[in-house]
């Protein structure tokens, strides 16, 4: 048997307006959901940040929620955790990678019931390292997913009939290349079936394997329209018809396939080649090659010291928020958009600002407000760079 497993990765940062949640919504959200509950027995991982859930509740998108709970309850589901305001945990101390992990259980079991019970963890960006497989272990997780580009590069042969295992932990690699052909490419469903049943075929035959594909959510409905009835409707039609392809949860996977020890080395799965090559693994979100996110992470690093130092509950919330890491990814060589970036660097400063109150220590602030001012010169070093380059002086 052949089971192809999908997960679903919905987010959206806790800064963002409210308009364009009404607006994924509408094309995404609520038609995604709706396909969920359907008749046709769908059986999908998924993963919802505790971020997204928040701003759903807040902007009174009540029956999206609802249509994950009823999927749950109905056993279409199952969910794994992640990090609340999808933080990149390999950047962040163990302390913050266990509180993110504690608030989007708390959260989404709060707003999604009692069957909310993640065995598996989607860590951001599927930024992954061995800590973070062993932080997860230690919590009582018992699988994590990455992507399967690292994997073989350091010349790894992608699993199919066994799940790699580090630090006791399970580690999925899904396929960089169909999760990306999917997501990049217009499939009709039934077609990218039987092209799965005809690749499978030839590289595991009749024996049992696995494959696991996973990608954003806003793919279907948002960046591409009506994308989940072209590919997500038409697949759960078509694998009706197959006996030797069904589809499964991952942790339905965990259970009928061994573990064995590998190497699984850190990145994510926005890494190319060229990034393994230059060992930069986490590059949209700390380049060694970009100022940018040096004085980012020199900002976010000092605001949090004083955060944990005040003990000042306001400015812990706020920093929970303040670690999300679109600001970094909109600061990266290929994206750039410096008002995304302002975003960040002002959440930021209003925490400090209130750990600094609560600290009743005007230097930690001035401190802060320098790396504010080196953080703002890098952005313009780069606005610059980009003109000159353009042509335009």
């Known amino acids: 048997m052949y089971y192809l497993s999908f997960l679903f990765h919905l987010y959206q940062p806790p800064t963002q307006l409210g308009f364009v949640i009404d607006k994924i919504t ?14 046709l027995a769908p059986r999908f991982t998924v993963n919802i940040n505790y971020s997204l859930t928040e701003l759903l509740l807040q902007r009174s998108h009540h029956d999206v929620i609802n249509n994950l709970k009823s999927a749950l309850n109905a056993g279409n589901l199952e969910f794994v955790d992640s990090g609340a305001y999808h933080p990149i945990f390999p950047l962040i101390p163990e302390s913050e990678v266990i509180r993110q992990l504690k608030i989007n259980f ?49 010349g790894g042969k992608e699993p199919e009939r066994h799940i790699a295992e580090a630090e006791g932990c399970g580690v ?34 009749e024996r049992d394997g696995y494959l696991i594909i996973a990608m954003d959510a806003e793919t279907f409905g948002h960046h591409h329209k009506y994308y989940h009835e072209k590919f997500i409707h038409s697949l759960m039609h078509a694998i009706k018809n197959k006996t030797n392809i069904k589809l499964a949860t991952i942790s339905e996977i965990f ?59 306001t400015s812990r ?13 909109w600061a990266s060589l290929a994206n750039f ?14 925490t400090l600002e209130a750990a600094s109150a609560a600290l009743k220590d005007g230097e930690t602030l001035r401190l802060g ?7 703002v010169y890098s952005v313009f070093a780069r606005i610059n760079s ?5 042509g335009n002086k």
């Open 369 to 375: 407000r320098e790396l504010y001012n080196n953080l």
């Open 337 to 350: 958009d410096p008002s995304q970036i302002y975003r960040g660097a002002y959440l930021l400063l209003d």
């Open 172 to 205: 999925f690699l899904r396929s960089n290349k169909w999760s990306n052909n999917i997501s990049f490419h217009q499939w009709k469903g039934n077609e990218f079936i039987d092209k799965i049943e005809e690749e499978m075929s030839g590289s595991i035959g």
């Open 255 to 313: 259970e009928k396939f061994k573990m064995k020890k590998a190497f699984v080395p850190p990145s994510t799965w926005s890494a190319s080649m060229q990034d393994l090559y230059s060992d930069d693994p986490y590059p949209l979100w700390q380049s060694k090659f970009n100022p940018i996110h040096h004085n980012q992470w020199q900002l976010t690093y000092h605001v949090l010291r004083a955060v944990i130092r005040s003990g000042d509950e």
């Open 26 to 39: 509408e094309e995404c959200y609520r038609p995604l959901t709706d396909l969920f509950t359907s008749s």
């Open 106 to 154: 708390e959260g989404n079991r709060a707003a999604l019931g009692d069957k909310y019970k993640p065995r598996g963890i989607f860590p951001p960006e599927m930024c992954y390292s061995s800590r973070i497989a062993k932080i997860v272990k230690k919590i009582g997780y018992e699988w994590i997913i990455t992507d399967d580009l690292p994997f073989s590069y350091y």
């Open 386 to 390: 980009n003109n000159n380059g353009n």
């Open 317 to 329: 919330l706020l920093m929970d928020k303040a670690l999300y890491s679109c600001q970094n990814w």
